[in-house]
């Protein structure tokens, strides 16, 4: 029979979301370390692509244009890898904090995902069921991290 209180199970969970939180942990220094080497050679591509153009004005050469033109694909090409990064850096902190959210319910603190309170709906009788709100069934069950994953969340 599986239990909540089972020790040795909550020591398991325990350790699982313990290695989840130092796994994100090396994720994002890893991608804030590309994040700022990225910065470095888009600044670097940007001052080159300037200097470029600023002597393609002051002398018309197709050499220099070619190299303009290229330079502003890996200028462009270097933002969308620098946006991708950045959204798995976000990714990564965002599941740190559903596993450090789940250490503190282990612990016996609130869950710190939303409570469903914004479903609540004074025409009918959600508020005397204890559907939504703190300590709520919406808020035991709820640990959608997207805006859709809770609407689907309450309409179940």
Excluded at 16 to 22: D, H, K, P, T, V
Excluded at 91 to 117: H, I
Aim: charged letters at 20%; proline letters at 1%.
């Amino acid at each position: 029979m599986r239990t909540l209180d089972n020790p040795l199970e909550n020591l398991c969970r325990e350790s699982l979301y313990r290695e989840n939180i130092a796994t994100c942990d090396t994720g994002i220094r890893k991608l804030q370390a590309k994040l700022n080497g990225m910065s470095f050679l888009r600044l670097a591509l940007f001052v080159a692509l300037a200097w470029s153009i600023y002597s393609l004005f002051q002398d018309y050469n197709g050499l220099l244009l070619a190299l303009a033109l290229l330079l502003l694909v890996l200028f462009v090409c270097c933002v969308n890898l620098h946006f991708r990064w950045k959204d798995q850096r976000t990714l990564q902190q965002k599941l740190r904090w559903v596993s450090t959210n789940e250490l503190k319910v282990l612990a016996g603190e609130a869950n710190g995902f939303q409570d469903g309170a914004t479903f609540l709906d004074s025409d009918n009788y959600l508020d005397d069921l204890d559907i939504f709100g703190r300590h709520s069934l919406f808020h035991v069950l709820n640990r959608t991290t997207t805006v859709h994953g809770a609407a689907g969340l309450a309409r179940r």
